[in-house]
Structures are given as structure tokens and as C-alpha cells.
């Protein structure tokens, strides 16, 4: 059975492009982060993330930084 512990699922307010293109300095250059997107197109804006290191808690902690509500799905 294949293992995604490391892929981070969130339920956001990322609701535009634009807000994407506010976080998207953050996110692409954070070196615990593999890979992220976010799914304009889903009721929950699903942000996903893709990491070996980072925790819940620790995306959810950055994303809140800057201004965004983000919560685990669980």
C-alpha cells in the first residue's frame, strides 16, 4: 500500500489567482515544499501541498501569516 503522509491537504480562502500569485513567492521558494497548487475551481479552494519535512500545523501556521484561513481536511 503506497504511503502519502506526505501530501498536505487544506481547505482555504485562496479563492483568485491573485491571491495564488501572493503566496506563490512564499510557497515556490520555501525549501520544505516540493510542490503546491491550489484548486480554484473546488467550493473549499483546496490548497495541497507536498512535503517530507512540514507538518499540518506548519503549513497552516505560514499560510495564516500571510493572511489566509486554512484548515486541515481531514
Known amino acids: 500500500m503506497e504511503n502519502f503522509d ?3 491537504l ?3 480562502d485562496i479563492r483568485s489567482e491573485s ?3 501572493n503566496l506563490q513567492p ?7 515544499i516540493e510542490n503546491w497548487n491550489v484548486d480554484l ?7 495541497r501541498v507536498i512535503s517530507h519535512q512540514l507538518k499540518h500545523h506548519q503549513i ?9 484561513e486554512c484548515h486541515e481536511l481531514k
Do not use: P, Q, R
Not at 26 to 32: F, G, I, M, Q
Not at 60 to 68: D, V
Open 6 to 8: 506526505h501530501i498536505l
Open 10 to 12: 487544506f481547505k482555504t
Open 19 to 21: 491571491d495564488k500569485m
Open 26 to 32: 512564499v510557497l515556490d521558494t520555501h525549501d520544505c
Open 41 to 47: 475551481d473546488d467550493e473549499d479552494y483546496v490548497l
Open 60 to 68: 497552516i501556521e505560514l499560510i495564516n501569516k500571510y493572511g489566509y
